[in-house]
């Protein structure tokens, strides 16, 4: 960083590697958050960079900022299906089931409707649904529906695989 500290690329990469330490190495969440930052500061407009950022604020349960990040990356590439995909994940963790339900629809319209994902994010969105009718009808939030946030991919492929729709963040 110390070459080009205006590289945003080398700033996300920087957060890749404390985000990858959050394990083993106390503080680096901090660090990792701070980096990232850096990267959005740095390039605003990319949507890749909030995805990232808004992925440590989802592995440390900061819900809002997550949301507030995941919001920015999808108005600058409508077509980004992992942010609505992952803006669904935290919409449900805040209880917000209508709105997750509505980024889910979103997703299901960017994707290829004979694909596995399709299938797979269909059958969430169908989950929550019932979960969200159950709940209402019953007063009761019984945790039976799951989203769980994916990998980023790309900027430039909206499209993902089976495997990046699997239960992980990376």
Request: aromatic share 8%; proline share 6%.
């Amino acid at each position: 960083i110390s070459l080009n500290p205006q590289d945003s690329s080398l700033w996300q990469n920087l957060g890749a590697i404390y985000k990858n330490l959050v394990p083993a190495v106390n503080g680096a969440d901090s660090w990792a958050v701070s980096a990232l930052s850096q990267a959005v500061a740095l390039d605003p407009n990319n949507p890749q960079a909030h995805f990232s950022l808004a992925g440590m604020y989802i592995q440390t349960s900061q819900w809002e900022n997550s949301q507030r990040q995941l919001e920015i990356a999808v108005a600058l590439d409508p077509s980004f299906s992992n942010g609505f995909y992952n803006l669904a994940y935290v919409q449900k963790q805040e209880g917000r089931y209508q709105e997750a339900l509505a980024s889910l629809s979103q997703v299901l319209q960017l994707l290829p409707a004979n694909s596995s994902d399709f299938s797979n994010v269909f059958k969430e969105k169908t989950a929550l649904e019932n979960f969200a009718r159950e709940a209402t009808s019953s007063g009761s939030l019984k945790e039976t529906a799951t989203i769980s946030p994916i990998s980023p991919l790309s900027p430039n492929n909206p499209s993902t695989s089976s495997a990046e729709l699997s239960p992980k963040l990376s």
